[in-house]
Nanobody, 122 residues
Framework: EVQLAESGGGVVQAGGSLLLSCAAS????????IGWYRQAPGKEREWVTC????????IYRDSVKGRFTIFSANTKGTVYLQMNNLEPEDTAVYYC???????????????WGQGTRVTVSV
């Protein structure tokens, strides 16, 4: 089972930036999807962004396009989420998640991290 661990959350003022990281245990395949979900207080969990390990596919939620960037480190199984121009609506617990393919990823059928909290103050 793949194990994921997020870090980098914290408190930032609106308009500021944060960098989240996700460290993953070794994958059995070179082809997988990994990315980020979030859940704000009182709201349903929603996907934010994910990428294919091969670099072939990347998707972003409309509300974060142009502000968030997902990218991989030079170490396989490790991804980052660069969040710029943060808004109060971005306040949430952010979860790293991996899955075998994009459909399973969007369905939440995969491995989940414990979450890291992001608070954007106004």
């Amino acid at each position: 089972e793949v194990q994921l661990a997020e870090s980098g959350g914290g408190v930032v003022q609106a308009g500021g930036s944060l960098l989240l990281s996700c460290a993953a245990s070794e994958f059995t395949s070179d082809d997988y999807f990994i990315g980020w979900y979030r859940q704000a207080p009182g709201k349903e969990r929603e996907w934010v962004t994910c990428m294919q390990s091969s670099g072939g596919s990347i998707i972003y939620r409309d509300s974060v396009k142009g502000r968030f960037t997902i990218f991989s480190a030079n170490t396989k199984g490790t991804v980052y989420l660069q969040m710029n121009n943060l808004e109060p609506e971005d306040t949430a617990v952010y979860y790293c998640m991996s899955a075998d393919d994009g459909i399973n990823w969007l369905g939440g059928f995969g491995s989940w991290g414990q979450g890291t909290r992001v608070t954007v103050s106004v």
